[in-house]
């Protein structure tokens, strides 16, 4: 097939996710890529790119791993799929299940799988209200999540989701969805004299009713939502909270997780134990779909009591045995290549470039970074708190421009922010960064140019 016939089939069948339909209809995708190995992406055009968001956030050990390649292959051909419903259960599901348990921190022991983030999110809640309900307490439904958090696309998930782009897409039908403010430390410790504190999740929580509220979410930090990183303190602060309403707090660790921000769970930063922890993506390094819901073995023991022994909750694909054995892999991998203290010492060097792309770069502030996790913004001018107009697009110009020299990262431009996130394979090493911010460096010299032009 030519690639002129595939740009033209592209065009006219594929419907891309999270896409502007009518762009892509009329252009077509702007990266097509065939091939990766380690870091890079070839597309289809043979131009070669660093992928500086693992592509989803998601290709963590890179690309070409032929460890992973041979765990599918090796599982597909002894045993492709079986399922785990009721008295099913298949080898890969299990040592997987047993192996997140020991990577977990406190009594987080037990997994339930699904295909991907926004069914570990959608699970967890019903489970949840599912507990309630059976508590004695089916008032008990309403979820608290933060503003500009990520959560997925299922109706309930996509609620939780507190982007209003997102989040007014098709939701009237899952109720009891509230979004608070992000980062109110104080507020959540209980002062009241803060301006927003009835924003904030202690102010929801009162409002409301603490006996109406099933769960908090909140990821460790909010990717889609601008990258932004807590406070140190806040999520202990939330911990607290739910502990003091018998609330339960759910770490949504979909992108967190597995060794991205520096630590093996995102929430290991502040040393708190959430009640639940939903992860995908890394856990297959995205080579094949997998996500989870783990939760703590006293909860599960407590919910078959109260269900009678009966989960009436499952996808076919719950603990799909190819993609666990990817899994399994995948966990081996990080373990034996010490992949966790690598990216927390990575972590210096971006720092370190951090600093020089901000002495070069005037319109570069809010440098941010946990591990291999980082953004920065461009303001017209830092100094006086003056954004780019939403018009003048400054993020994704300047995604274009790092594109157009090599390297994929995330435009962000949310609420007035122009953010640029990047999340590279946690395998790069200190050079593969400094080739990043090289490009971040060039991107920024030509988006200079043409921004004072
Ligand atoms: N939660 C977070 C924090 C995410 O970043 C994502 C996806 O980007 C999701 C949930 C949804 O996951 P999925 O797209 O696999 O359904």
Redesign the pocket.
């Known amino acids: 097939t030519s690639i002129e016939q595939l740009k033209e089939w592209d065009r006219n069948h594929f419907m891309h996710p999270t896409s502007s339909v009518r762009d892509h209809q009329e252009n077509g995708a702007a990266y097509t890529f065939t091939k990766g190995e380690g870091i890079y992406l070839t597309d289809i055009d043979g131009r070669e790119y660093v992928d500086g968001l693992s592509s989803?956030?998601n290709v963590n050990l890179g690309h070409g791993r032929s460890e992973l390649a041979e765990a599918a292959k090796e599982q597909m051909e002894t045993l492709p799929f079986s399922s785990s419903f009721n008295n099913y259960s298949n080898e890969p599901a299990i040592k997987l299940s047993r192996k997140i348990a020991e990577l977990t921190p406190g009594n987080l022991n037990v997994t339930f799988f699904t295909s991907?983030?926004?069914?570990s999110?959608e699970s967890t809640f019903k489970i949840i209200r599912e507990y309630w309900k059976l508590k004695g307490q089916p008032q008990r439904t309403k979820i608290v999540s933060l503003q500009k958090g990520?959560?997925?696309?299922t109706l309930a998930?996509t609620r939780a989701t507190g982007m209003d782009n997102f989040n007014s897409f098709g939701t009237s039908y899952a109720p009891g969805f509230l979004n608070a403010e992000p980062y109110l430390t104080g507020c959540e410790q209980g002062d009241k004299t803060h301006p927003n504190y009835e924003n904030s999740i202690r102010g929801v929580i009162e409002r409301e009713g603490a006996d109406t509220i099933a769960a908090v979410i909140m990821?460790p930090i909010q990717?889609?939502g601008g990258l932004n990183v807590p406070p140190e303190g806040y999520l202990q602060s939330v911990r607290d909270l739910c502990d003091e309403f018998g609330i339960f707090m759910i770490a949504?660790e979909?992108?967190c997780g597995f060794g991205r921000t520096g630590k093996m769970f995102g929430v290991e930063n502040d040393g708190i134990i959430p009640d639940f922890m939903?992860v995908?993506?890394g856990i297959t390094s995205g080579y094949i779909p997998l996500?989870a819901v783990i939760m703590k073995d006293s909860f599960r023991d407590e919910l078959a009591e109260l269900t009678g022994g009966v989960l009436f909750h499952g996808f076919t694909y719950s603990g799909h045995p190819t993609s666990c054995a990817v899994g399994l892999k995948t966990l081996e991998i990080i373990e034996k290549e010490n992949i966790v203290p690598h990216v927390k010492k990575m972590e210096t060097v971006v720092e370190n470039e951090f600093s020089k792309l901000k002495e070069k770069h005037p319109h570069v502030t809010n440098e941010r970074c946990a591990g291999l996790l980082g953004a920065f913004d461009v303001f017209k001018d830092p100094e006086e708190n003056i954004p780019f107009k939403p018009e003048e697009a400054a993020a994704p110009t300047l995604s274009k421009l790092c594109g157009d020299l090599g390297l994929i990262v995330r435009p962000i431009m949310y609420k007035g922010a122009n953010t640029i996130a990047f999340a590279p394979p946690l395998i790069s090493s200190k050079s593969d960064i400094e080739e990043i911010f090289n490009i971040f460096s060039q991107a920024l010299t030509r988006f200079e140019r043409q921004v004072n032009s």
């Open positions: 989803l956030w991907g983030g926004s069914e999110n990520y959560h997925g696309v998930a990821e990717g889609a949504d979909i992108v939903t995908a993506k996500g």
